[in-house]
């Protein structure tokens, strides 16, 4: 699994990118996660589950038990290869195209993940975007309301509906980012969704806890997606991930087991956390 910096040749994608045409290829935990009942019976949302993240989060969750959605934006391929897998489980798969930057259209996916898979018990807020900028003066304003909506705004509308249905016991996990404790100067608006979401989790937390619901966090470090090679330039992609301590980026396949954990009942106890695989990177 793991890969040396230099194994990343000079590439480029339009964004939102794709898996395919990756090199190396990512490594969503296909042929290596083996799951052990953890969420069984379980009905799970994930947002951005078509690819990096969000597709081994969902291959994680169908293996450990769960009826499985995603939401995707327009990655119709990849959204149809994460179903593939999440179907090949036995378990139901349930995909929902849409812009989560539209309240009127996180309302709905809740709405039809609770008719479709007959309720909703997880849900995994992972949607996300970043537009790489050299000077503040360079984001402008339909920027800055693009990155709030997709990647905090939605945050708020999705889970605003799904508690609305959510048993009590239910689990509602964030996608955060390091760049929330040590913002990259070029993601200066994602950096700040980013900390807003941190933010929101720890508030939230103590809000739903009657209701036996824990709200929690996962803080990736860099984490090899299309995200990266559809945002970034050939030369930072060429050197993505060397400053972890494992000089490389992690694999998605690699993050999964952290939302798989604060989906269960091993994680019962916790509530407002912020869990950070950053491989080493700096969370001061």
């Keep these: 699994m793991a890969r040396a910096k230099g194994d990343k040749p000079p590439q480029k994608q339009d964004w939102p990118g794709s898996e395919k045409g990756m090199t190396p290829p990512a490594d969503h935990g296909e042929q290596s996660y083996q799951g052990s009942k953890k969420l069984l019976g379980k009905k799970a949302l994930v947002t951005g589950g078509d690819s990096g993240i969000g597709r081994a989060i969902a291959i994680a969750f169908a293996r450990e038990g769960a009826d499985v959605a995603i939401a995707y934006l327009n990655e119709r391929e990849d959204a149809h290869e994460t179903m593939r897998w999440v179907e090949e489980t036995g378990r139901k ?85 390091v760049n929330a404790f040590s913002p990259n100067p070029t993601l200066i608006d994602y950096a700040a969704t980013k900390a807003a979401i941190h933010n929101f989790t720890k508030a939230l937390a103590p809000q739903v806890a009657p209701r036996g619901i824990r709200v929690n966090c996962v803080a990736p470090g860099p984490v090899w997606t299309p995200l990266i090679v559809s945002t970034m330039s050939e030369e930072t992609i060429k050197d993505f991930g060397s400053k972890s301590v494992w000089k490389r980026p992690a694999q998605p396949a690699e993050i999964a087991p952290s939302y798989v954990f604060l989906a269960s009942s091993d994680s019962r106890y916790y509530t407002g956390e912020i869990l950070a695989p950053t491989g080493g990177e700096t969370t001061r």
């Design 93 to 177: 798969g349930l995909a929902i195209q849409g812009d989560l930057g539209k309240r009127d259209q996180c309302r709905e996916v809740i709405r039809q993940v609770v008719e479709d898979l007959g309720g909703i018990d997880i849900l995994v807020n992972n949607a996300g975007r970043h537009c790489p900028t050299s000077s503040l003066a360079e984001i402008m304003p339909e920027q800055l309301e693009e990155i709030f909506r997709t990647n905090f705004f939605s945050v708020v509308w999705l889970t605003q509906a799904a508690l609305e249905h959510m048993p009590d016991g239910g689990a509602i996990i964030n996608t955060g980012s």
